[in-house]
């Protein structure tokens, strides 16, 4: 019988915070546990102390998770809440993702301030975003746009476009609803034109290996659709050697007993992408995403991969 809170770890961030609170309160309707029985651990990660360069400058994805992974290792944590598209594809040794929660929207949605869509932009408008997805998706729908790195917080973004610093940024759909400020967009992003980033939208939660009394809990909260689905995605990711160096869009979509994975990659400039679509068994999800990710590093060779660096 569990005696001592279960200790929930995450960044402080609101959208964080909103993620861990809403993995919380779905243990509590799942396992009819009280509030009590659940303490959120609040760190500051790396990526969160340093917000004047990109991601790719100071080191990729893993800023925003080695405090949180480091803390659940030495069992001062018993699980962490992590924004799905966050995680790099290699864990530290130990931990796996052991559960997603019901994903929200995998779209990007436009916060325009001189013109609602991308496409109506004044000729030479700047567009500022911290993804080089978004980046180089940008740039291949409009060349001319000015494309310029802008990190932060939701709400430090929204301030720096109301001053003027850029005419548009782009935001998760799924972290707008999440943070009830979806009033804020002025368009939606079709991901077919527009492919997200891997995992957008999922919240996955990371355990230690072999900790079955915790495996036990988070398994009565899993989604299966997005447990396969991401698994696609970030095996593709993985495939590519995926970080936030390298332009990678992806969704797959699960369908009864099969998944659809659309994948793209493309070069910072926008200029020149390898696509590719494939289907299969949800039981072969990861698989599938592999194969899709090697497939299109074969076509695209290491000259393409070369561009990135």
Not at 203 to 219: F, H, K, P, Y
Not at 243 to 264: H, V, W
Request: hydrophobic share 40%.
């Amino acid at each position: 019988m569990q005696t001592k809170p279960f200790r929930i770890g995450t960044r402080g961030s609101p959208l964080a915070l909103a993620q861990a609170h809403e993995a919380r309160d779905r243990l509590m309707a799942a396992h009819g546990l009280p509030e009590e029985m659940f303490e959120i651990v609040v760190l500051t990660t790396t990526g969160d102390r340093i917000t004047d360069r990109s991601l790719a400058e100071i080191g990729g994805k893993g800023l925003f998770t080695q405090e949180l992974e480091e803390k659940l290792a030495l069992g001062e944590l018993d699980f962490a809440v992590h924004s799905a598209k966050d995680m790099p594809t290699v864990l530290p040794e130990g931990l796996y993702l052991s559960a997603y929660l019901p994903r929200e929207d995998i779209r990007d949605a436009v916060v325009g301030r001189t013109a609602p869509k991308l496409i109506d932009l004044p000729h030479g408008a700047t567009v500022g975003s911290s993804s080089l997805r978004r980046q180089a998706l940008i740039r291949r729908m409009r060349p001319d746009i000015n494309v310029i790195t802008f990190r932060g917080l939701v709400d430090t973004r929204l301030r720096k476009l109301a001053e003027g610093q850029v005419d548009a940024t782009l935001l998760a759909l799924a972290g707008l609803k999440r943070l009830g400020k979806v009033d804020v967009l002025t368009d939606i992003l079709d991901p077919d034109t527009f492919p997200p980033a891997p995992a957008q939208g999922a919240i996955a939660i990371e355990s230690r290996i072999g900790d079955e009394r915790i495996d036990n809990l988070l398994a009565a909260i899993n989604d299966p659709a997005t447990f396969d689905a991401v698994s696609c995605e970030r095996a593709f990711l993985g495939a590519l050697d995926g970080s936030c160096r390298t332009p990678i869009g992806g969704y797959a979509i699960c369908e009864g007993d099969q998944i659809k994975f659309s994948g793209l990659i493309i070069t910072p400039d926008g200029r020149h992408q390898h696509a590719i679509s494939i289907d299969g068994n949800r039981r072969d999800a990861a698989a599938l995403g592999a194969r899709a990710g090697q497939d299109v590093r074969a076509r695209a060779g290491t000259t393409f991969f070369d561009d990135w660096s």
